[in-house]
């Protein structure tokens, strides 16, 4: 059986998948999380179109895909699956891991109704736990336009640059070739999420000292690829593909988030630190300690070095030149005003790179403060001169006081640098 297209292209953005559409009955099919939906009792139904939109935000990405199916057959109900997992050997939905959030799926407006179901075995004998099932009816000759949403964590390895991989050569067969896909790779951090980066290494060992970079660049494959307003944007028309979508960003730029304390209303993730970097200021961090939060502090690393050796210790250091914080709950006027916004902050940074005869003339690390406008806007802190972190601490030293609670919040953070 000839093999056609998986029909989805898929950014593991992090684990960035899109979802495509297979035949039940095709030998060696490779599952990865949102990464198929599967008519699995149909085979006269073209898949004339696929629109993929994904939203790159803080510490997860939300898919749109937009299909258009041709049904060449009899009026008939087509199952559709979509798996919620990476592929396994076995293991049930306790063992999945990134696996797709909120998946929905709509036969125009009308919502369908989602059913989990269980293991579903290929030919291959692979076990996928989890499936997201749905049923479409068509006419015959019907065209008929689906959409399917959902939101996916991010996937990265060590912190290192954040891989995405989905493979478009094992699938099935749908009935001839697509006419079109398209994708669409949008970004809510539009400052940083494309940007190359720079990590500085020290590899440090008895007499043994080298200075040495990490250069990380976006590098996508296929390279039929366009940025546009920094939106990644490709186009594949009447295809049936023999590759497989490769994508690697750089790092983040705030790795390994951390923040001293967190409100912790009804025992909920609400108001948590990962919620500074989601892209969205109509969320926010807001501390947990009791009265205003003075000298609560949020605190994030560099993307690490590679792991130390027996011989040789290895750090790591980033270039940072200014900070974009969007101060306070930024939701909207009401709740900015009724809360606490930071005032005043202090900057402490860690150096663990720098010694006195380092050639990239760095300065010993020292603290700064800033005093914060009372806005929901995008405020830009400018240091001085570009400083070199391995970790840096931002610490509540004041506040404008909120007109009713009397917790203190910060909606964003960002790190820029010319590197």
Not at 60 to 74: A, I, L, Q, W
Request: charged residues 25%.
């Amino acid at each position: 059986m000839k093999r056609r297209i998986k029909k989805s292209l898929s950014l593991l953005f992090a684990a960035i998948l899109f979802p495509v559409l297979l035949f039940a009955d095709a030998a060696n099919i490779i599952f990865t999380a949102g990464g198929n939906v599967k008519p699995m009792n149909s085979e006269s139904i073209k898949m004339v179109k696929e629109k993929i939109d994904i939203t790159m935000l803080g510490n997860h990405f939300e898919v749109r895909v937009d299909y258009v199916f041709y049904n060449s057959g009899e009026k008939q109900t087509a199952i559709m699956g979509f798996p919620n997992s990476r592929g396994t050997y076995g293991g049930g939905p306790e063992n999945l891991k990134y696996g797709i959030n909120d998946f929905r799926a709509f036969d125009g407006e009308r919502e369908l109704k989602i059913e989990r179901k269980g293991s579903a075995v290929t030919e291959t004998v692979k076990t996928f736990p989890v499936w997201e099932t749905f049923m479409v009816d068509f006419e015959a000759g019907e065209t008929k336009r689906i959409t399917n949403i959902y939101s996916q964590e991010y996937f990265s390895e060590y912190g290192r640059s954040v891989g995405a991989k989905y493979i478009l050569t094992t699938g099935a067969t749908w009935k001839g070739s697509i006419d079109s896909i398209s994708v669409n790779i949008y970004s809510n951090s539009a400052d940083s999420d494309f940007n190359n980066r720079t990590v500085y290494l020290l590899e440090e060992g008895g007499d043994h000292k080298w200075y040495g970079k990490d250069e990380y660049r976006l590098y996508i494959f296929p390279h039929e690829y366009i940025i546009e307003d920094n939106v990644i944007k490709m186009m594949f028309t009447d295809i049936e593909p023999d590759f497989n979508l490769n994508i690697s960003l750089p790092p983040p730029s705030l790795f390994r988030l951390f923040a001293s304390s967190e409100l912790d209303e009804d025992k909920n993730d609400k108001y948590t630190v990962k919620n500074l970097t989601d892209g969205d200021p109509s969320t926010a961090w807001v501390e947990g300690k009791k009265g205003s939060g003075i000298n609560e502090y949020i605190k994030f690393y560099c993307p690490p070095p590679p792991e130390d050796s027996d011989m040789v210790n290895i750090y790591s250091a980033c270039k940072i030149d200014s900070l974009g914080i969007i101060n306070g709950y930024a939701k909207n006027e009401d709740v900015f005003y009724n809360n606490n916004r930071v005032k005043k902050i202090r900057i402490e940074y860690k150096n663990d790179i720098f010694r006195e005869e380092n050639p990239y003339n760095m300065k010993a690390p020292e603290s700064i403060e800033f005093i914060l406008e009372d806005t929901m806007d995008m405020q830009y802190l400018v240091f001085p001169e570009p400083i070199y972190m391995s970790s840096m601490k931002i610490s509540i030293l004041e506040v404008y006081k909120g007109s009713k609670w009397d917790d203190t919040c910060i909606s964003e953070l960002r790190t820029f640098s010319s590197e």
